[in-house]
């Protein structure tokens, strides 16, 4: 099991393909076979509502020229005034394929401003 944790802030665009969308490093694992990816799994509390967030696998071959390999979930995140939500997705590397550089890219449809991080786990099956 692989863990990382992400604010959704469009103030920060760390690796940014467009507005409010935000990416995790790059994979320290090789990916060889399915990925589980849960999203707040821990139902962390966040302080602002980001929408719905569109959830990517992300693929590089050299490490900095992402493309999309797969769209995975929108996720209705909650936090501020509606309740935070946990969202899962599957990665079949079978259907999708591999390549040295991937990651996950998450694009807000709202203007997040989240001040806590939350969890994000993805376990090779």
Known sequence: R???HMFIDDDTNIGSAGPQ???TKPFDFPVNSDLTIILNGTLNSLTADAGNIDVDMM???NGVNY???ADLVTWNAGGGAAAETIAYSVYDVDTYGAVPYMCLQLDASGD???TEAFKITVIPV
């Open 112 to 114: 997040p401003q989240m």
């Open 59 to 61: 693929g590089s071959i």
């Open 2 to 4: 692989n863990t990382c």
């Open 21 to 23: 969308a935000v990416r």
């Open 67 to 69: 493309f999309k390999m």
